[in-house]
């Protein structure tokens, strides 16, 4: 089986940096997913991580540790906008994701 | 945007109904997935295809079935709903052979079983 654990919520001011943290357990890692979703929207993609290090996109980096089952999203340049739940999750053949219960983000003024 | 529409939208049922719900996509993407959405537990996956014809089961199978004819559209029924079932359900799409690892989802439908 597969589990992923992520804070339930985190909260942070505007122009801040916050970082979200990933663990995972799996069987048949291929990579690990962060997606984004808006109160009652679709999750919408932001950054997979298939190798060890760091991808930066814009305002938002991902990080991986293969050996250490773990991961993160730093969301820099915090704006109200980027209130929203983000979810990691693991892929595995056919790209099938199995994902973390989410973590909320609150970004107040 | 990826071309994913989920028909219908809303739907409220009672209990012991068949009810089909519909993912279409113009993108002619290979990968569909059926996804629900419940407080408290994420996305968790449903059934999934990865071809025409081709389907398997996901995580929490139990009591739905798909069925796929034809690329651009991946059906999911409940063939006979319990009040478990509410839900919102996602489908996605993504490809082997365009950004492989992202997946794009459609608009939700959301399901209630009374």
């Known amino acids: 089986g597969q589990s992923l654990e992520q804070p339930s919520e985190v909260t942070a001011v505007e122009g801040a940096i916050v970082q979200i943290n990933c663990t995972y357990q799996t069987s048949g890692f291929y990579g690990l997913s962060w997606y984004q979703q808006h109160d009652g929207g679709a999750p919408t993609f932001l950054s997979y991580n298939a190798l060890d290090g760091l991808e930066e996109t814009g305002r938002f980096s991902s990080f991986l540790s293969r050996s250490d089952s773990y991961g993160y999203l730093l969301l820099q340049e915090l704006q109200m906008k980027d209130s929203a739940s983000y979810f990691c999750?693991?892929?595995?053949?056919?790209?099938?994701?199995?994902f973390g219960k989410g973590t909320m983000l609150l970004v107040s003024p | 945007d990826a071309g994913i529409t989920q028909s219908p939208r809303h739907k409220v049922t009672e209990t012991g109904t068949p009810v089909t719900l519909r993912c279409h996509q113009t993108e002619n993407h290979r990968y569909m997935y059926w996804y629900r959405q419940d407080p408290g537990h994420g996305l968790r996956l449903i059934h999934y295809?990865?071809?025409?014809?081709?389907?398997d089961k996901g995580e929490v199978s139990d009591g739905y079935s798909v069925s796929r004819s034809k690329t651009e559209d991946f059906l999911l029924t409940l063939e006979s709903a319990t009040s478990s079932q509410t839900s919102v359900y996602f489908c996605?799409?993504?490809?082997?052979?365009?950004?492989?690892?992202?997946?794009?989802f459609g608009p939700g439908t959301r399901l209630t079983v009374l």
């Open positions: 999750a693991v892929s595995a053949r056919y790209s099938t994701l199995t």
């Open positions: 295809s990865y071809g025409v014809k081709d389907t």
């Open positions: 996605a799409i993504s490809d082997p052979g365009q950004n492989y690892n992202e997946q794009f």
